[in-house]
Every structure is written in C-alpha cells, then in structure tokens.
C-alpha cells in the first residue's frame, strides 16, 4: 500500500482517467514576464510567468523545472469558458519597485467580471503562492467557477508523471510525483473537486471545453503527461490562495504546502518583500538610465534570481526553454544550465553594483568547478556534471579575468586564487590561438572575440602571478599574450573583403584553422566554414571573409585596441552595413550574416533550423564601444529599455523584419527565443556603471597599460615565436626567441649545422601542464634552418620527428602553419607520433637524425 493510501484520504471518484500517456510532452512559451523566488537561500523554489500566468517553476536548484505551466480558467457552466491566456486582457506591474513581486490583473471580454493575481513565493519555503481575487456583478459571481490547472513536468520532464486526488487535514487538494519529487496543489479554501487527467485526451482543459462545465472527476492519472486540476466556487470564496509546493517525497510536499497556507498570505508578501530591500540595489545607477532606474532595478534582481541556493555562487544563463513550446522532453537543458562566460557576465555585473561578496561567491564556485586540466566544460549542471563538452577558451579565460577584478577591489577574502589562475592559464597556453569553438559555439579557428579574452585572461594572470611571487610564471604568461597579439590583426583579419564596396581589410568573425592545426576540417574548402542552423536547400558554406560579427568590440573593451584604430573604424562600418537593424525601438544587430539561429522566416519557432535575429545585448556592447570613442550612449540605453518586454525581461532576441501579428511577431519586440537572457540584463547594468564611471567598466587597467598604445609608445615589443607540436611553425624572424611549449615535460634536442653538432636543453616547468624551453636566434642568422625534436624522459619516448625552422628577414610575414604530425581529437588527445618503437627508448643517441628521414 503506498504512502498516499495509508496516510491520506485518496478520492477516486471516478477512478482512472482515460487517454493514458497522453500527448508528446512540450514546454511552454519562452517569453517570460517575470523570473522570481525570494530572497532567503531557504526558499529553494524559482517560478516564471508569462501571458498573465504562471509557466516553469524550478526546484530544488534553478536547473530543474517541475512543471509546465499553471493557469486559470472561468466558466459560468452555461455561456462561456474562459481561458486567461486566450481571453483575457491583463497589466502587469511588480508590487513592490524593488522586489519581484508580481501583480497582474485580467479582464475578461465585455468587462464582465476581473481577476486580480499576485505571485510571491514563500519567503522561508518552496512553495509558491498565487492569490486571486475576483470582482463581478453578484449575479455573475454566483455563477461564476474558478479552475486551476496545472502542468506537472516532474523531475525534468512531461513524461512519466502520475497524480491523485487527496484529501489531507480535511480539505481537498492533488498531490503529483515522479521518481522522488512530489508536487502539492491546493488552496485556502479547499477546492470543492478536482481531477487528475492525461494532456489531450481528459485533462480539465478538454473537459470544460467540450461539455462546458466540469463533467469529470478522475481520481488519478498514472505514468504520462498529465494536467490537474481543481475547483473552486466564486461565489462563495471571491478571494483565495493557491499555493504549490515541492519536496523530496509526498509528506513533505503536503505539510509544506498546509504550513504556508496557514499563515496569512498578507504576511508571506509583507516578509517577501522585506527580504528583497535587503538586497538594494544600486540606486545612483538609474540617474543614467531613462526611465528612472526601473530596468536597472529589475536587472539587478534577475541577475541575482538567477543564482542557485543550494550550490551557491552558481548562476545560469536563463531560466527559459528557447522555443520551450516547441520543445520536447528530449531537450533536456535549455538555458537553465551554466555557462562560464555568461556567469562571469552575471558576476561582474553584481560587482560593477558594488555586490563584492556574490561575485566572490561566483568565483570561488567556478574554482570548484574547474576541471583537472585547467579547463571549464561548455556548460554544465549546477552540480558541475558536463552538459556540453566542447573547448571554449573565452569560457576559461573569463575566470581569471573576473579573479583579478576582485583581487584589484580587495574582494577575494581568504580564498587563494593562484592555483586556480595559474591551471587555467596553463590551459590556454596549451590551445590559444585556435579555439575549438568561439562565442557563438559553432566554428573552430581564430577568433578575436575569444582571442581578446585569452589576451586579457593571460596579462590578468601574468599580474596575479607576479604579485604572488612567481616571476618566471608571470615572465612566461605575459610573454604568451604579446606573441598573442603580435599576430592578432594577421590572424583574424581579411584584405580581400567583399561585404562592404569600400573596405577590404577588415575583422572578420572567425578564420578557420588551417590544414593540420587543431580542428581543422578538411571535408570543406580551406578558408571556408559550415554555419549551422541553416535551413533546408540552403548553402551553409562560406568562405571566412564573407562572414563578420561584432566580437572585435571586445579589443576595445578589455584594452588590447584602441577605439579610435582605424581598424576598428573600417570594421565597424562593414558590420553596420552587414548586420545593423533598424526597429521603432532603436537599432539592433544580428550576430553574423548567414546565421541561421532564430525564428524562421515564416515566424515559426527555430527547429534546428531558422534565421538568426537581432540581439539587444549586442547594442550593449556597441554602447560600450561608442563610450570609449567619446560618444553619446543615451540612444543606445533607450533602445535597451525599450526591448525589454512588459515585466522588463530581457530578451535574447528581437523579430527584425516586417510585423507578423499571426505569428505574435512584431518589429523590434521580442522573437521566439530564451527571456530572460541573463547576459543582457548584465551588459545593461554594467553600461549604467560605465556611464556613471565616464569610462568602460570592464577595461582592464593592465591590458589597457600594455597595448592600448601606439607601437612607438610601448615599453615592450614581442621578440618570441610560439612553436608547439599541435601548431607548427616554419619560420622564426632573425633576432627572434623560438619558443617550444608543451603540456608535457620534455627534452630539447637541436642543431643548427644539420646534426653535426646538437645541443640538448630540459624545459622550464612554468606551472601545472605548461612547459617551455627556448632558442634564441641572432640577427645575423637569416638563413639559418634551426632543426630539432622533443623527447619526453618521464615517459621514455621521443616525438617520433624532426621540426626544421628556418631563421627569416625580421618583419616579412610567416607563411601559414603547416601541417602537424596529427590532430588533436579531444582536449586530451595524444599528440605525438612514434615513427617506430624503438625510438621509444628512454637514450636519445642520435635520436633526432635518425627521424630525420620522415621530415
């Protein structure tokens, strides 16, 4: 006998409902008004509204959904049926400026009757509430009866999820679970029946739809995808409460929910909103926004809903399901996920707020995080299991970044963070410059967004190790950065442009790895790239001069470039003839020509397949920009308050074409995708600040003091040659150092006079994973072929080849990479070949000649 049969009162008044499993499950819209939980860390329950109601709520941590939706729905039993999100017009408004309480009222048609909700949770508890007050002529409300449906999605999904009516301390009311999660739906009043039925087949929805009023009254629906429901008599209790609660198994679910009712929910809203003024946001900031600080308000507490409670300093990205209503269970992850590069947004936002404790609390999560090699996974569970697996080296470097903010503001307390500064930077050392993906996370190669992060991420460690001691790792780090931006402008640039008549050299998005660099592809032409997202019959292969984004803002912002470069000036305008949109809310831009992650053309929701739509957030970054060239930003702060959506939700994207009111699709409003996105309400908050400041916050004062100059104006010049046996160079300019890096430690062997005479060198470990030895050249060696091969002691084998590097003229540009003895398939992938096993021996003797036959 299960626990709901032996401790509560099950009501199976008409047994088991009919059309079991019922439909595919779906997720709901994506367009949210309203992400809110209360401040406590005890109340660990998110809900999320739109149109009027109420759609995902998260428990135990803001990366598991619970439920699809909840909404109400009227009848009077005779002339209509009512559903909110349908038929109703409603206003929305928070209750409290400084709290995300909600209050939303609706209309019904005609003026006949109004509804008045308001969503809190419970301040100490994961239960949220929905109080509900309905005004009408006597005469309707005697007739009129109130239906609360719900969605359950237990424990991640629609699928497999079982119901019942119950009655426990004397009221009806329906309990829901799934493996160990129980949901409890009730109400102050009790509600007077309920039914538990399957989606599409005998939910409550199609009840009252097909015969007008409430006809059934199933006391259970068992492993599907189900709908609940209960009633409550208008007439009788106008104003009432509903609350729904989770925990870890029925009895907990039930008491919880019976505990919150019984408290006076008057006095729930009064302690939640007491607890959000606890959290202040930083009121000096909206002086420079306008529309009097309410987007900054709202920003600031989404940014902090968005952070976990049980695993805290973790932040996601959204809590939204892009497209979620086009979704199935199989999308298991959403934007609820973390992504190291949007919580760094997220934290450095709060720390740009004066918030220096929760962005420690961020780092010192993201330190725990942290994988054994240095690296971060693309994103990941609050509990740190991988979700997506790719290399991002943004999403490394972005934590170094952000340990050295706090370390310049005094804000990192007790917590060392060398160690983990030190492994990270190890691992962009061991990729940079090629990442495997870029910010966008589609396309290998070199990218000058993610090469801006990897710069500034390395001077930020190179400065942390200094002031810790360590002058050769810093030494070392330092000097990686500037053979870093030596090639820069060479790497990630076109001279053949044809997206602009007037412009040739420009930026361009990313330049794909070359043949035996890692990541290469070599099913495509070389220069090219594959877009993804493209939709069917349409050519998804572009040649990497014909596609540009943006991401070169980010030189300018953390301090590698100046604003006023004529580069950068030449690129921006190929970027505003290219990708620039004009809305009645303001200009906007798309992420890059081609992109084919967005709503269809036709309106319809992304499928795998779209047309990539404008991004408010990337305004936020022309903003920034625009302030470091000595520019007005006010345009740009108007049009961001005017994308935000009617609760003053970000979204990540905006529809940039013609009005499509069938589709809900309107011309500088938000499209189909994830709201809120986290990021943008970051990048807005951090405008605010840069503003306040007369100068861009997220510039790094070390970056800026090293490149922002120019070249006749530096205290340093680049003199090495980065040489790994993943990207092989062929030449080293005379006068230069060629420096040989590796993960492992190893054994130089070289010669200059063609193995007549070697010399031998052992590497110089600069931190965990990082090794490097160096050759140094003389001016008056052009001509000179610099021949070598690596061993590796600790593990008794050799390379298994020669490198020849020719020693060039200074100032003639490196032909390209060539090819490497073997790609990386994996971040720790074997990268050596043994050309037999003997040269496995532990004795190099003359082991480089004697693979010298294989170069």
Known sequence: MSDLESAYHWLNDQGHAFGGPGLEPRWTSSRKDAVATAYAASSRVWFTLSHGTLNEMYYPTIDRPQTRDMELLFTDGETFVHEEKRDFMYDFSYIDPDAPAVRVTGHAAGGLYKVTKEFISDPHHPVVLMNVKIEAKPEVLAKLKCYALLAPHLDGGGAGNSARSIRVAGQRCIVAWKNNVSLAMGADCGFSRSSCGYVGSSDGYQDLNRNGKMAWEFGQALNGNLAVMGEINCGHTPHFTIAIAFGDGHHAALAGMMQTLSTPYELHSKRFIEQWHRAASPARLGAYSTDGGRLMRISHDIVLTHEDKTYSGAF?????????????????????????????????????????????????????????????????????????????????????????????????????????????????????????????????????????????????????????????????????????????????????????????????????????????????????????????????????????????????????????????????????????????????????????????????????????????????????????????????????????????????????????????????????????????????????????????????????????????????????????????????????????????KFRLVWTIDNWGNTQSLDSTRISANFFQADIPTGIDQVGVTISFSLEYPEQGRWVGRNYDVAIVTPNVPAPAPVSAPAEIESEDAAVDVVEDASETASTPKPAAKRSRKKT
């Open 316 to 744: 996601i990205a959204s809590a939204s399901v892009p497209w979620g209503a086009s979704k199935s269970d199989d999308d298991l992850g959403g934007y609820h996920l973390v992504w190291t590069r949007d919580m760094v947004q997220s934290a450095t936002s709060l720390l740009a707020c004066g918030r220096i404790d929760t962005a420690r609390r961020a780092l010192v999560y993201l330190a725990c995080t942290q994988q054994a090699n240095g690296g971060f996974a693309q994103n990941f569970w609050i509990d740190g299991t991988a979700y997506w697996s790719g290399i991002q080296l943004d999403e490394v470097a972005f934590p170094i970044i952000l340990a050295w903010r706090l370390w310049k503001v005094d804000g990192l307390g007790n917590f060392d963070v060398l160690p983990f500064v030190e492994a990270a930077a190890a691992f962009l050392c061991k990729y940079a410059p090629v990442t495997q993906q870029e910010r966008w996370e589609e396309n290998s190669g070199y990218s000058p967004s993610t090469l801006a992060a990897v710069i500034s991420g390395l001077v930020c460690a190179a400065d942390l190790a200094r002031a810790g001691g360590k002058a050769d790792t810093a030494n070392a780090f330092e000097g990686y950065a500037d053979w870093l931006e030596a090639h820069l402008d060479e790497w990630t640039t076109t001279t053949e442009g044809i997206l602009h008549p007037d412009i040739k050299r420009h930026y361009v998005r990313i330049t794909p790895p070359a043949p035996g660099e890692p990541f290469h592809n070599d099913t495509i032409p070389v220069g090219s790239l594959v877009i993804a997202n493209r939709g069917p019959g349409e050519k998804n292969t572009f040649e990497a001069r014909e596609v540009v984004d943006a991401g070169f803002l980010e030189l300018v912002r953390y301090g590698i470039r100046r604003a006023d470069d004529p580069l950068m000036v030449d690129s921006l305008k190929v970027i505003d003839h290219t990708l620039k949109i004009e809305t009645p809310n303001g200009d906007c831009w798309r992420r890059y020509n081609h992109d084919g992650y967005g709503q269809r053309k036709d309106g319809g929701p992304y499928g795998g397949w779209g047309q990539g739509r404008a991004w408010p957030l990337l305004g936020g970054e022309r903003a920034h920009y625009e302030l470091a060239a000595g520019h007005d930003v006010k345009p740009f702060i108007t049009a961001y308050e005017k994308f935000s959506s009617i609760g003053g939700m970000m979204p990540e994207q905006v529809w940039d074409h013609a009005d499509m009111p069938e589709e809900g699709m309107f011309l500088g409003f938000s499209a189909g995708s994830a709201q809120p996105l986290v990021w943008a309400h970051a990048e807005y908050l951090k405008l605010l600040r840069s503003v306040a400041d007369g100068k861009v916050f997220d510039t790094i004062s070390v970056v800026e003091e090293r490149y922002a100059k120019a070249p006749a104006d530096r205290t340093f010049s680049n003199n090495t040659e980065i040489f790994r046996t993943t990207r092989i160079v062929s030449t080293v300019p005379a006068g230069q150092t060629l420096r040989i890096s590796d993960h492992e």
